[in-house]
Structures are given as C-alpha cells and as structure tokens.
C-alpha cells in the first residue's frame, strides 16, 4: 500500500517516521518563518504542533507568510491550525493565541519535545531561549533580515544557548527588509534541523552557526564558541 510517506521513508524508514508521528514541537511565532516550519513539519508527518503567536495577519506579512489570506481577521494560530489539517489530518495542532512571555512559557511548551524559533525580535528570542536552557529542550533557532539569514541548534548546558550568540545584538526598532524566498529557505532550514534531530539521520547544526549570504550566494558553517560568563548558560 502507498502512503503520504513513502518518499521520504527512503531516508529515514519506518523508524524514522514513528518518531516524527510521536513527536511534539513547539513553534514560537507563525509569521514568515513560521509559516515556512509548520508546513514542513506537517506535511512531514510530525504528530503534534503547538502554535504560539498573538498576532493577526495583516497586508503587508502577505509577501513572506503564505499561510495567509488577503482579508482573513482570525488569529494567526487559528488560521494556520486550519492550514495545518488540510495539508495533513494527521497531524495534530495545539493554539495558543498569544505571544510568548515568562509567565506562560512553562504552560505553553512543557510538553513539547524540541522547539523552534519563529520569532522576530531579540526580546522574545531571550525569553524562549532562558525558557529553553531552563527547561533543557533543544531549541532550533532560525533569524532573517533581508537576504542574510543565520540557522543554530541550542543544546541546552551543551552547546552555547541564543543569549551567547545574540548578547551584543540590540533589538532593531527599525522596519525588517524582508522577501518570502529568503525567509522560506532560512525556515525551511530550521525544519529539516528538527526533522534530523526527530530521526536522528543527517548530520544536525548543533554547536555551529549556518551563515547564508542570500544576496551573494555565500555560505558558511561556522563553530560556536560557549561563553562562560553568559547570564544564562555560564558558571553563576
Ligand atoms: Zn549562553
């Protein structure tokens, strides 16, 4: 018998697949990508979805957050739940239609198995990522800005956590350049990480920074270097 899966089974079995279908991750954030990650993940089978964003689409996401639709009021995580089904009934998909903050982390991600970074401000990304060093759950982070775009794997007490790579990085209060075909190869990146991780087939970015030159066509896979007196993963 043929399945939706068959294509795929050629590179990580039926083993594989079970873990996709037994496994939980968390997507902080559902704008560009965001929309990229969850579809990926659906399509490829992973069992179960948490959505968080407190956001609604407007005109202006419609370049880049292609789960939208022109006129649509709904909440962002409503909107993509309902994509989420259509693309794969498997596929199961938990909302939470708000923004990630201190006080909700624990509730909205404590069952999730991996989680991955959709968002689009430093802020936010300190948050999840001291939820994640907290809580030990591997965070795959993916960020974009114009044509550049950069991909990690935090193993938590492992592998240097967001706040090691990102503590110089001020928060840009200025409007993102931003074009859908970057934003979806840099989340199309984040997904085949969790999806190397789920199946354990592939060799995964854990430790090491994706730099992609979008505008040049440059990339690079750098080492990343823990820093020990980081506030959130170092010795204090
Ligand atoms: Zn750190």
Same mark, same amino acid.
Request: with cysteine.
């Given at each position: 018998?043929?399945? %939706?899966?068959? %294509?795929?089974?050629?590179i990580f079995g039926d083993e594989g697949q079970k873990k996709l279908s037994e496994a939980t991750v968390g997507i902080i954030g559902c704008?560009?990508?965001?929309?990229?990650?969850?579809?990926?993940?659906?399509?490829?089978?992973?069992?179960t979805l948490v959505?968080? $964003?407190? $956001?609604?689409? $407007?005109? /202006?996401?419609?370049n880049r957050q292609f789960v939208y639709r022109e006129g649509q009021k709904e909440s962002k995580v409503d909107i993509?739940?309902?994509?989420? %089904?259509?693309?794969?009934? $498997?596929?199961?998909?938990?909302?939470?239609?708000?923004d990630l903050d201190a006080d909700n982390a624990k509730e909205f991600l404590s069952r999730c198995d991996i989680l991955v970074d959709c968002l689009d401000s430093i802020p936010a990304r300190k948050i999840l990522n001291k939820y994640s060093v907290d809580s030990n759950k591997i965070l795959v982070h993916g960020g974009v800005c114009g044509y550049q775009g950069?991909?990690?794997?935090?193993?938590?007490?492992? /592998?240097?956590?967001?706040?090691?790579?990102?503590?110089?990085?001020?928060?840009?209060?200025?409007?993102m350049p931003s074009v859908g075909a970057a934003v979806s190869e840099i989340g199309s990146a984040e997904a085949l990480e969790v999806i190397k991780l789920i199946?354990?087939?592939?060799? /995964?970015?854990?430790?090491k920074l994706l730099v992609a030159d979008m505008e040049s066509n440059f990339y690079e896979v750098v080492e990343l270097q823990k820093d020990p007196t980081c506030r959130i993963c170092g010795i204090h």
């Amino acid at each position: 018998m043929t399945s %939706r899966y068959d %294509r795929q089974k050629l590179i990580f079995g039926d083993e594989g697949q079970k873990k996709l279908s037994e496994a939980t991750v968390g997507i902080i954030g559902c704008g560009g990508l965001g929309s990229s990650v969850i579809t990926a993940l659906a399509s490829a089978g992973v069992g179960t979805l948490v959505l968080i $964003d407190g $956001d609604h689409p $407007d005109i /202006t996401n419609l370049n880049r957050q292609f789960v939208y639709r022109e006129g649509q009021k709904e909440s962002k995580v409503d909107i993509a739940s309902i994509w989420i %089904r259509s693309l794969n009934p $498997d596929c199961s998909v938990i909302c939470h239609p708000k923004d990630l903050d201190a006080d909700n982390a624990k509730e909205f991600l404590s069952r999730c198995d991996i989680l991955v970074d959709c968002l689009d401000s430093i802020p936010a990304r300190k948050i999840l990522n001291k939820y994640s060093v907290d809580s030990n759950k591997i965070l795959v982070h993916g960020g974009v800005c114009g044509y550049q775009g950069q991909v990690t794997v935090v193993v938590p007490n492992v /592998t240097p956590c967001l706040e090691c790579i990102l503590k110089t990085v001020n928060n840009f209060n200025i409007l993102m350049p931003s074009v859908g075909a970057a934003v979806s190869e840099i989340g199309s990146a984040e997904a085949l990480e969790v999806i190397k991780l789920i199946t354990g087939v592939g060799e /995964t970015l854990i430790g090491k920074l994706l730099v992609a030159d979008m505008e040049s066509n440059f990339y690079e896979v750098v080492e990343l270097q823990k820093d020990p007196t980081c506030r959130i993963c170092g010795i204090h």
